[in-house]
């Protein structure tokens, strides 16, 4: 990296490129904003939490097989208590409760990603148009927007997972679709605040059209915001999820954190702590990994917060 | 954490509503006028989400798949005959716009309709169980409001010090914990018992159901009801905290605090009398909404408890699908919201005079 730097450096000092410009200053905002985050030790922490989850995820058919899902390959006996051969003890069907965590990392991280993707992506798209066209097509979005801001999230959420068949994308679309209105208004009011500002009406007096102004300058100032919001979203996303799951919404043929709680629960083993308590440790672990994330990230955008370091 | 957000973002609408004009009278009928003005545009937007409200609540459950007849009368037998009577009865054998118009008639009289499990009118199922939810979320909200709203103020003057820390850290914590699980490990230690604990607390229901009266009753169902409340307290007192700690934070370097202390007040009374009230604001108005997702937001709570409560209701009639239960249901759970909304709409403006004017 240092030499290619020196090297552009040297050759093109008198005509840099824009392009090369524009990357010299991002790399150097991405390096500021990674110093600052350095200081705050809980969003640190978030992320070498997720950091391991994220490894575990990936590499679960590594470090356990997926033999470790099959009901009738089952090694142990029904709800054996940890021991050697099973670190956290089997299940109602006798499955390692160790694999089939570090199988559930896998959906749980998916879904959170995927929904919160989809509920950013609507949220950003709808903020920044309707931030950036006023007049009836702004009123009209953001009544909807507050329409659904109204709905109570989970039942809409349980009711779109009851309509619709049980797969993982029920699930991704029930939460994303019915989550993106936050998203929407802090985009918009980012948005209207960017757009005051010059430098946009000198990109329009130099011909920028709709789209130019939107992709290239709005977008980028209201992208830290969006990943800040992405976090967070993500964290309410695994929640969500595992309350789809818990109250049998979930995909039956997929392993889930929320899933194996509702089967402890269906099967009457709810009294057995390492049936119970791994899969909600796990869910509060990437829940509050993420939300720690977020709070970092947006302490370092917005110091007046004080986010606690 | 993405409710916060909204209650902040909402105030911060750009485009909120407009001053009003000038007018002939002194400054304080001027107030009242451009208030009446703002109040009726709050009432009729919430008129208007309600029937969107209404709308969706009739359309959402129709696309669930299942045909509630044969659901009712599983493992019994029927002829066609008495399927069709059925349908009749329920009137789902008419087109869906009649279907629709009947029902938006009939809502607007405050009848639901009856539902397909239980027999009994929509209304009157909700009614009966309302009283257990009111109860269990008044008494939740109250208490997380308090901790809330106290813990805050300590963590935003003491930013950044040890306690601060441990305080935003336990409740991000307890925040990222998943209710029903917290639910059923409660149930695990207070109401089963483990170890040397022994099990404290009763759950499943409201009451024990030995006919006790007046004192000994109410006993008996603050008794069953701790579990529960402790339950939601300790998931939801997390988002009081960060507002009311944020909007502290916010005011902490203001001038007219530097005032107060140059005046020579002590640090209590500059931060009860001079920077909570003011930080109150947008904590009070994030409650208020947060009051009407919480009735909604308590399904998993009652449903591990057996509360018998409108959550449990709500689980129970998905199962069927009880459509017309399932309709009022979403209708009350959403009309909660709205009109928590639209209260604190209201009352924001006499608490701020910077809103709606």
């Given at each position: 990296?240092?030499?290619?730097?020196?090297?552009?450096?040297?050759?093109?000092?008198?005509?840099?490129?824009?392009?090369?410009?524009?990357?010299?200053?991002?790399?150097?905002?991405?390096?500021?904003?990674?110093?600052?985050?350095?200081?705050?030790?809980?969003?640190?922490?978030?992320?070498?939490?997720?950091?391991?989850?994220?490894?575990?995820?990936?590499?679960?058919?590594?470090?356990?097989?997926?033999?470790?899902?099959?009901?009738?390959?089952?090694?142990?006996?029904?709800?054996?208590?940890?021991?050697?051969?099973?670190?956290?003890?089997?299940?109602?069907?006798?499955?390692?409760?160790?694999?089939?965590?570090?199988?559930?990392?896998?959906?749980?991280?998916?879904?959170?990603?995927?929904?919160?993707?989809?509920?950013?992506?609507?949220?950003?798209?709808?903020?920044?148009?309707?931030?950036?066209?006023?007049?009836?097509?702004?009123?009209?979005?953001?009544?909807?927007?507050?329409?659904?801001?109204?709905?109570?999230?989970?039942?809409?959420?349980?009711?779109?997972?009851?309509?619709?068949?049980?797969?993982?994308?029920?699930?991704?679309?029930?939460?994303?679709?019915?989550?993106?209105?936050?998203?929407?208004?802090?985009?918009?009011?980012?948005?209207?605040?960017?757009?005051?500002?010059?430098?946009?009406?000198?990109?329009?007096?130099?011909?920028?059209?709709?789209?130019?102004?939107?992709?290239?300058?709005?977008?980028?100032?209201?992208?830290?915001?969006?990943?800040?919001?992405?976090?967070?979203?993500?964290?309410?996303?695994?929640?969500?999820?595992?309350?789809?799951?818990?109250?049998?919404?979930?995909?039956?043929?997929?392993?889930?954190?929320?899933?194996?709680?509702?089967?402890?629960?269906?099967?009457?083993?709810?009294?057995?702590?390492?049936?119970?308590?791994?899969?909600?440790?796990?869910?509060?672990?990437?829940?509050?990994?993420?939300?720690?994330?977020?709070?970092?990230?947006?302490?370092?955008?917005?110091?007046?917060?004080?986010?606690?370091? | 954490?993405?409710?916060?957000?909204?209650?902040?973002?909402?105030?911060?609408?750009?485009?909120?509503?407009?001053?009003?004009?000038?007018?002939?009278?002194?400054?304080?009928?001027?107030?009242?006028?451009?208030?009446?003005?703002?109040?009726?545009?709050?009432?009729?937007?919430?008129?208007?989400?309600?029937?969107?409200?209404?709308?969706?609540?009739?359309?959402?459950?129709?696309?669930?798949?299942?045909?509630?007849?044969?659901?009712?009368?599983?493992?019994?037998?029927?002829?066609?005959?008495?399927?069709?009577?059925?349908?009749?009865?329920?009137?789902?054998?008419?087109?869906?716009?009649?279907?629709?118009?009947?029902?938006?008639?009939?809502?607007?009289?405050?009848?639901?309709?009856?539902?397909?499990?239980?027999?009994?009118?929509?209304?009157?199922?909700?009614?009966?169980?309302?009283?257990?939810?009111?109860?269990?979320?008044?008494?939740?909200?109250?208490?997380?409001?308090?901790?809330?709203?106290?813990?805050?103020?300590?963590?935003?003057?003491?930013?950044?010090?040890?306690?601060?820390?441990?305080?935003?850290?336990?409740?991000?914590?307890?925040?990222?914990?998943?209710?029903?699980?917290?639910?059923?490990?409660?149930?695990?230690?207070?109401?089963?018992?483990?170890?040397?604990?022994?099990?404290?607390?009763?759950?499943?229901?409201?009451?024990?159901?030995?006919?006790?009266?007046?004192?000994?009753?109410?006993?008996?169902?603050?008794?069953?009801?701790?579990?529960?409340?402790?339950?939601?307290?300790?998931?939801?007192?997390?988002?009081?905290?960060?507002?009311?700690?944020?909007?502290?934070?916010?005011?902490?370097?203001?001038?007219?605090?530097?005032?107060?202390?140059?005046?020579?007040?002590?640090?209590?009374?500059?931060?009860?009398?001079?920077?909570?009230?003011?930080?109150?604001?947008?904590?009070?108005?994030?409650?208020?909404?947060?009051?009407?997702?919480?009735?909604?937001?308590?399904?998993?709570?009652?449903?591990?408890?057996?509360?018998?409560?409108?959550?449990?209701?709500?689980?129970?009639?998905?199962?069927?699908?009880?459509?017309?239960?399932?309709?009022?249901l979403f209708f009350v759970f959403a009309a909660g919201v709205i009109l928590m909304n639209t209260l604190a709409d209201l009352i924001?403006?006499?608490?701020?005079?910077?809103?709606?004017?």
């Amino acid at each position: 990296m240092t030499t290619t730097d020196t090297d552009t450096r040297t050759k093109d000092t008198p005509a840099k490129s824009p392009r090369a410009l524009a990357r010299d200053r991002r790399r150097r905002s991405a390096a500021r904003f990674w110093r600052q985050y350095r200081t705050h030790r809980a969003g640190l922490f978030g992320l070498a939490a997720l950091a391991l989850f994220v490894l575990l995820a990936v590499f679960a058919p590594l470090l356990v097989g997926a033999d470790v899902q099959s009901v009738t390959k089952a090694p142990g006996l029904p709800l054996e208590a940890p021991g050697s051969e099973f670190p956290l003890g089997t299940d109602k069907d006798g499955r390692s409760m160790l694999g089939l965590l570090i199988w559930g990392a896998r959906f749980s991280l998916t879904v959170g990603f995927l929904a919160a993707a989809l509920s950013v992506a609507i949220g950003t798209l709808i903020g920044i148009t309707a931030g950036h066209y006023k007049g009836w097509y702004a009123t009209v979005v953001m009544r909807i927007t507050d329409w659904f801001l109204v709905m109570p999230t989970l039942v809409l959420a349980i009711a779109l997972a009851s309509v619709l068949s049980r797969s993982i994308w029920t699930i991704i679309l029930a939460i994303g679709v019915t989550t993106w209105p936050t998203t929407a208004r802090l985009v918009r009011a980012q948005t209207l605040a960017v757009e005051s500002r010059p430098y946009i009406e000198r990109a329009k007096a130099l011909g920028g059209g709709h789209s130019h102004i939107m992709t290239r300058h709005v977008l980028p100032n209201v992208m830290p915001l969006v990943l800040a919001q992405t976090t967070l979203v993500i964290s309410s996303a695994v929640l969500t999820e595992a309350t789809l799951a818990f109250l049998g919404l979930g995909d039956p043929t997929v392993t889930s954190w929320g899933g194996l709680l509702q089967d402890a629960r269906d099967s009457g083993a709810t009294t057995k702590w390492w049936y119970v308590m791994p899969p909600g440790i796990a869910i509060a672990l990437v829940a509050l990994s993420f939300t720690l994330c977020g709070r970092a990230v947006e302490s370092v955008l917005n110091p007046r917060l004080g986010a606690s370091r | 954490m993405t409710d916060a957000s909204t209650g902040t973002t909402a105030l911060a609408d750009p485009d909120g509503p407009a001053p009003a004009g000038p007018s002939a009278r002194g400054p304080r009928g001027r107030d009242a006028v451009a208030y009446l003005r703002y109040g009726a545009g709050k009432l009729l937007g919430a008129a208007v989400s309600l029937f969107a409200v209404l709308v969706t609540s009739f359309f959402l459950f129709r696309i669930i798949p299942g045909d509630p007849v044969r659901t009712i009368t599983h493992g019994r037998a029927v002829s066609e005959e008495q399927l069709q009577a059925l349908r009749r009865q329920f009137g789902i054998d008419k087109p869906l716009w009649e279907q629709f118009t009947q029902y938006c008639g009939q809502a607007l009289q405050g009848d639901f309709g009856n539902s397909y499990q239980l027999h009994d009118p929509v209304g009157e199922l909700i009614w009966n169980r309302l009283p257990a939810t009111l109860l269990l979320t008044g008494t939740a909200f109250v208490l997380y409001s308090l901790i809330g709203v106290w813990l805050g103020t300590r963590s935003a003057w003491r930013n950044g010090g040890l306690g601060d820390r441990f305080n935003t850290g336990l409740s991000l914590t307890l925040y990222s914990v998943p209710s029903f699980w917290l639910g059923l490990m409660l149930i695990n230690v207070f109401a089963v018992g483990v170890g040397f604990v022994p099990g404290m607390f009763p759950t499943g229901l409201m009451e024990t159901g030995d006919g006790s009266t007046g004192l000994a009753h109410a006993l008996d169902v603050a008794h069953h009801m701790v579990l529960p409340v402790v339950t939601l307290v300790a998931v939801g007192y997390a988002q009081t905290l960060l507002v009311m700690r944020s909007s502290l934070l916010d005011e902490m370097g203001s001038d007219y605090l530097t005032t107060a202390r140059a005046k020579g007040l002590r640090d209590t009374l500059v931060r009860r009398r001079h920077a909570v009230p003011n930080a109150l604001l947008p904590t009070v108005t994030l409650l208020f909404v947060n009051l009407g997702h919480v009735v909604a937001g308590q399904i998993l709570v009652e449903t591990v408890f057996s509360w018998p409560g409108l959550g449990g209701l709500f689980y129970e009639a998905l199962s069927i699908p009880d459509l017309p239960l399932l309709q009022g249901l979403f209708f009350v759970f959403a009309a909660g919201v709205i009109l928590m909304n639209t209260l604190a709409d209201l009352i924001y403006p006499l608490l701020d005079p910077r809103v709606g004017r």
